[in-house]
């Protein structure tokens, strides 16, 4: 924090007692309070969980699927985490709860652009499987090599694609979220360092 100093003009024995102006805004980390952090906060709460959430059956699906690479599980994570911090710093602000909120959402955009991949790539490869299906994952007493075609297999992979998007448009909400509480916390953390303090002294009247 740059500070700036008044000297001292007070006559010898002056009883001027010295005090400070804030220059630049009294509360500069409060403009990240601006991005209303704590209702920012839940809704990332909100996504984080139902990624999580909706991953656990893509998990146990025999398809191959994003969840394959526990792409809704660290990314739900990631999510959480960050509304998790939003909601603190609002409720506390400090410039410490800012910087971890800052370093989180740069992760988390990170994050979302490797997901957003995954996401796509979980549908190409469901897409794919369409045609046949192996029936034995369904029927122990079908042959390991026999490929029949599952009359309810159609709407199943449907399900899951439709899963899969839902993914993708959530990682997409996310990284705008992200991306506007980054700029708020920038703003917030450079007004904090360029916040200028004056000491002034008191100069008692010539009478």
């Given amino acids: 924090m740059s500070m700036n100093m008044a000297s001292d003009i007070s006559p010898a024995g002056g009883e001027g007692g010295p005090h400070t102006i804030m220059v630049g805004g009294s509360k500069p980390l409060h403009r990240f309070i601006r991005g209303e952090p704590k209702s920012t906060g839940i809704v990332m709460m909100f996504m984080g969980s139902s990624l999580f959430i909706l991953g656990i059956p893509m998990r146990l699906d025999t398809l191959m699927s994003s969840a394959e690479t526990f792409t809704p599980f660290w990314l739900g994570i990631l999510f959480i985490i960050s509304g998790l911090l939003y909601v603190l710093t609002e409720k506390n602000p400090s410039k410490q709860l800012v910087t971890a909120s ?43 090599s026999g490929r029949v075609v599952v009359p309810w297999r159609k709407q199943h992979l449907y399900q899951l694609i439709s899963l899969e998007a839902v993914f993708m448009y959530q990682s997409l909400v996310g990284m705008v979220v992200l991306i506007v509480m980054t700029s708020f916390a920038r703003v917030a953390l450079h007004s904090s360092k360029t916040q200028a303090v004056v000491v002034m002294q008191d100069i008692p009247s010539p009478d």
């Fill in 102 to 144: 800052l370093a989180l959402s740069i992760i988390s955009m990170l994050g979302v652009t490797v997901a957003f991949f995954e996401f796509l790539k979980g549908i190409v490869n469901i897409r794919q499987s369409y045609d046949y299906y192996d029936h034995y994952n369904y029927d122990y007493n079908a042959t390991e």
